[in-house]
């Protein structure tokens, strides 16, 4: 059987649609080059979320803990929150 690499030019692909189609319903993931730069990957439809393959592909790390936990921020208010972004849309005219 011929070696399909991991990643194939779009002149390639659509050459060869069907064979690269195959292996990604098999499970295979696809990147897509265009002049040796990746334009589009292929990969199963229904391959998890799109934040698991983000943290799959190390684009994205997951969260540690758990936000409810870290309870109410301390210290003091200083302004109200209508006060403050006045301020903010003050300060970009």
């Known amino acids: 059987m011929k070696y399909l690499p991991d990643t194939v030019g ?3 692909l659509r050459q060869n649609l069907s064979v690269y189609l195959r292996r990604v ?8 080059t265009e002049h040796r730069r990746t334009v589009a990957v292929l990969a199963p439809a229904g391959s998890g979320t799109a934040m698991e393959r983000l943290i799959a592909s190390g684009r994205v790390l ?3 803990g758990n936000l409810a936990e870290l309870g109410v ?3 003091r208010r200083t302004r109200r929150a209508s006060r403050a972004l006045e ?3 003050a300060d970009r005219l």
């Open 73 to 75: 921020p301390r210290g």
């Open 87 to 89: 301020t903010n849309r």
């Open 25 to 32: 319903r098999a499970g295979a993931t696809l990147k897509v």
């Open 10 to 12: 779009v002149r390639e």
């Open 62 to 64: 997951p969260g540690k």
